[in-house]
Structure formats: C-alpha cells, structure tokens
Nanobody
Framework: QVQLVESGGGLVQSGGSLRLSCVAS????????MKWYRQAPGKEREWAAT????????NYADSVKGRFTISRDNAKYTAYLQMNSLKPEDTAVYYC?????????WGQGTQVTVSS
C-alpha cells in the first residue's frame, strides 16, 4: 500500500535550519509530483512547496520562498525539504503529499517548532 513517512522535525532556534525527509513506498516514486504542506496550530493546512517528477522544477509559497528548498532522490524514494532561516511563524506540523492515480496520499506529519 502507499505510504509516506516524514521525519526530521524538531525544536530549533529562530534563524536555524532543519531538513525534513519523506520516504515513500507502495508506488513508483519517480512518476509522482511531490508536495510539502504545513499546518500551524489553529490554522488551515497550507501548501509550501512542489517538485516535479524529475526534480528539475519546483515552486514555493511566498512565505517560504528564498528560505526553503524542496528536492528529491528518486533512487531513494525520498523527498526533502531543506528549511533555512527559520522563523517562529514556521512552527507547524509538516506533511508530504503525492497524488497516486485518483487519490492524494499524506504522511503522518512531523512537528517543527521554532523558538524566538
């Protein structure tokens, strides 16, 4: 079955960095556009970044542009989100997501907390 498992979250000071990973299984990873979303406490889930199947194209929400970098390693069935210059407002649960066939799949999320 399709599975997405995020890791790499944690507590970091403002200005710090974290790299999130999303390991996929149960489908052909290189065929699927991957996305990262985040959900802050009391807020709706919001899109953060998207990467193409080959990893040669990406786009970002304005709130993270210039600070976050999405990437992927198709041989390892893994997508990444490198987060630099973190701010307290980046505190959220981060989710990876991909559409496989007619269904959208989500991981369980990883908590990122940025202290001021």
């Amino acid at each position: 079955q399709v599975q997405l498992v995020e890791s790499g979250g944690g507590l970091v000071q403002s200005g710090g960095s974290l790299r999130l990973s999303c390991v996929a299984s149960g489908f052909t990873f290189s065929n699927v556009i991957m996305k990262w979303y985040r959900q802050a406490p009391g807020k709706e889930r919001e899109w953060a970044a998207t990467i193409s199947t080959a990893g040669d194209s990406s786009n970002y929400a304005d709130s993270v542009k210039g600070r976050f970098t999405i990437s992927r390693d198709n041989a390892k069935y893994t997508a990444y989100l490198q987060m630099n210059s973190l701010k307290p407002e980046d505190t959220a649960v981060y989710y990876c997501s991909g559409r496989v066939g007619w269904s959208v799949y989500w991981g369980q999320g990883t908590q990122v907390t940025v202290s001021s």
